[in-house]
């Protein structure tokens, strides 16, 4: 096993040994130990005003340490942050290793919740939350559910806030409601791991996050150059830089202009070519009346059936040599000669294919 310097199993807290068993050293562990302190002194009152012995030495250091344990539990505020920005893949036991990688796992070390302020990054971990949505939210631990719901949370607001991507969030919320609508109908049938309480006030929040972006009005900007004082040519340029067909459908709308070169037939042409391949335009050929192409309608009608190519600035990497998953900015301790030749975009299918057993 080679050897990367630092423990790269992750040093974990700093622990202290205590009366009362084993406490990590943070600044969260002190506030609990006064909140446990005014705890104690509340039950000392309770004690001496009745006159009776409610709880016993025993009773008391249990109910002690459960306060601690649940307020960990309960502080869906905070995510679980690790000093390294990466993760080991592993699915089988090993004499280094025992155990193996899980989904949630990773999801709770690569640090999503500062990814989705890059620009780079917010749609690849949008496009990830979305299929976890469709089909792996029954694999998450309990900590992975609340940073998943966390960064949600910060994603919606994100979107409120700066107005940006509400399309794709409102998919999103679409697919993990109708995700938890079946799952919630068909409790005992299905796995969720938590008390179906906390799943219907989830859903319950979701419903919400969707009234509000429904509800989102788009500042409009009356001063300084816009869209409209562009030469055709250069909007044009950037219709044809657009690589999703809804988003040019979406910019089509602001003024007829724009609209009457968002029904150019080459430009949809050119999209057509980009996501799908020739034999694929043979199967589903859609002619007009005057025997032309109608390659928009061909655009989502090969939609339905293919996947369209996927486009994101950043992405996570896998170390084919490290078996490690990471992000490209962070890096990791790769003990390989040439480490850019070990490194692999990952795509979020990817990712997800990566923890299937």
């Not at 001496?48 to 307020?71: L, M, P, V």
């Not at 155990?99 to 620009?119: H, K, M, P, V």
Request: net charge neutral; with cysteine.
């Amino acid at each position: 096993m080679p050897f990367l310097g630092q423990d790269w199993r992750s040093p974990g807290w700093s622990w202290i040994k205590t009366e009362d068993g084993w406490k990590r050293c943070e600044s969260c562990s002190q506030e609990l130990e006064r909140e446990n302190d005014q705890c104690n002194i509340n039950h000392n009152v309770i004690l001496n005003s009745e006159d009776e012995e409610i709880f016993d030495n025993e009773q008391h250091e249990y109910t002690s340490k459960k306060r601690k344990k649940d307020h960990f539990r309960n502080d869906t505020n905070t995510q679980s942050f690790y000093r390294e920005k990466w993760i080991y893949v592993h699915k089988e036991s090993t004499k280094e290793r025992h155990g193996y990688c899980t989904l949630g796992e990773a999801f709770n070390r690569l640090d999503f919740s500062s990814a989705i302020q890059d620009i780079r990054r917010f749609n690849y971990v949008v496009k990830l939350l979305q299929l976890i949505a469709k089909s792996q939210l029954t694999s998450l631990s309990g900590v992975a559910q609340k940073n998943y719901f966390n960064i949600l949370d910060k994603i919606v607001q994100k979107v409120l806030d700066d107005h940006q991507n509400p399309r794709l969030i409102k998919d999103l919320l679409q697919d993990l409601s109708s995700t938890l609508r079946i799952l919630i109908r068909g409790v005992g049938k299905s796995v969720l791991v938590g008390n179906i309480n906390i799943w219907i006030c989830r859903l319950e929040t979701i419903l919400t996050w969707q009234q509000q972006l429904q509800n989102l009005q788009m500042t409009k900007v009356n001063s300084g150059l816009t869209l409209s004082d562009l030469p055709l040519h250069m909007l044009n340029n950037i219709l044809y830089r657009f690589s999703d067909g809804w988003d040019i459908i979406t910019l089509g709308q602001v003024t007829p202009t724009l609209y009457m070169l968002s029904e150019d037939r080459q430009l949809w042409k050119k999209l057509c070519q980009y996501h799908f391949a020739e034999k694929q335009f043979c199967r589903h050929l859609i002619l007009s009346e005057k025997g032309h192409i109608e390659w928009k309608l061909m655009y989502f009608a090969l939609q339905k059936y293919y996947p369209t190519k996927e486009q994101y600035g950043d992405t996570l990497h896998f170390c084919r040599h490290c078996s490690i998953l990471f992000w490209k900015d962070s890096g990791h301790p790769c003990t390989a000669a040439d480490p850019d030749s070990c490194f692999m975009p990952v795509s979020p299918q990817h990712f997800i294919d990566l923890f299937k057993f």
